[in-house]
């Protein structure tokens, strides 16, 4: 969040990451799930009411869709997101600016409709909503809508000296764009149904193939994030083969949009470097893999912030 003491009638701005597997803000990060509820729940650790309905945040990642404007889930996720950044900083009140994004070669064609999903409120018009037990009373009043994995990297853009990718793993999608001496190249921007759901979807079935099991997606998680988990080793045994076949995928798919290792550098941002980390064979000395899963919401909030610089 990001806060203009100079200027105390202006509104925070709040970067929001709105991933298909993680919400995240600058400081924070909670799964994608939302469990509609017409009666409250006995459990309400993670409960968010609003506009008389209740919502248990996070128990669950959300399915992929190409449309995030298809429900009600995202904008319930956004008053989360914007709830947990601001209880960081003990705030329960605040005029909110959001700055958010969209997968790189999304931005120009849903741009305007996500802008107008997150504005449903009139910028006047107090929300007023719970969570995890806390009310708050907000004004969102204004968005700003930037690409996505390139807001991770625009803070220190003049540090790419000749040709870079940079590649975004989020949950859903892969976003590839080439940097050349520190400027994108919009004709080399590509997005791909390749997150790192689809390496989950591979251990699924190969665990099923092989062993007639099912595993929870906690379990999964934490070998993809750690490199392995408290399970019998034929388990933990498959799983990583299917990680490494899933890296493999992706340094593929980048050598398909002209990645040379020796050539180019390659820099990775989102949520699946830590697959990168632990399960692929590259040049670390070539390779940067930014781990702060923070970094995209972040990155929002330095773009929206130059922007109103710019502005005045």
């Known amino acids: 969040m990001i806060i203009d003491f100079n200027s105390p009638d202006k ?22 799930g939302v469990t509609r509820h017409d009666r409250e729940p006995t459990f309400k650790s993670n409960l968010l009411f609003y506009d008389g309905q209740y919502y248990t945040i996070g128990e669950e990642h959300k399915e992929f869709t190409a449309d995030k404007m298809t429900d009600q889930d995202y904008f319930i996720l956004t008053l989360a997101g914007i709830a947990s950044e601001l209880a960081f900083y003990g705030w329960q009140t605040a005029d909110v600016h959001l700055s958010v994004g969209l997968p790189l070669t999304w931005v120009a064609e849903q741009k305007d409709d996500f802008k107008k999903y997150l504005m449903q409120h009139d910028p006047r018009e107090e929300i007023v909503f719970t969570f995890k037990s806390r009310e708050y009373h907000i004004r969102i009043t204004g968005v700003d809508v930037f690409p996505q994995g390139f807001a991770a990297i625009v803070s220190h853009l003049s540090d790419f000296k000749g040709v870079n990718i940079l590649c975004d793993i989020g949950n859903g999608t892969m976003n590839v764009m ?16 390749y997150g790192t759901h689809q390496c989950t979807l591979l251990i699924r079935e190969r665990l099923m193939q092989k062993f007639h099991v099912t595993i929870e997606d906690s379990v999964i998680e934490e070998v993809l994030r750690t490199g392995t988990a408290d399970i019998g080793k034929q388990y933990l045994d498959v799983i990583v083969e299917a990680a490494k076949e899933y890296t493999e995928g992706i340094l593929r798919r980048l050598r398909e949009h002209e990645y040379h290792p020796d050539l180019m550098r390659l820099y990775i941002v989102g949520g699946g470097g830590c697959l990168v980390k632990n399960f692929a064979e590259y040049d670390e000395s070539r390779v940067t893999i930014n781990e702060d899963i923070c970094a995209t919401a972040k990155g929002y909030e330095y773009m929206a912030n130059a922007r109103m610089r710019k502005a005045g």
């Open 11 to 32: 509104p925070v701005i709040i970067g929001l990451d709105h991933g298909y597997g993680n919400m995240k803000t600058a400081h924070t990060c909670f799964q994608t």
């Open 178 to 193: 080439t940097i050349t001496n520190g400027r994108p190249i919009s004709s080399k921007c590509f997005t791909e149904k």
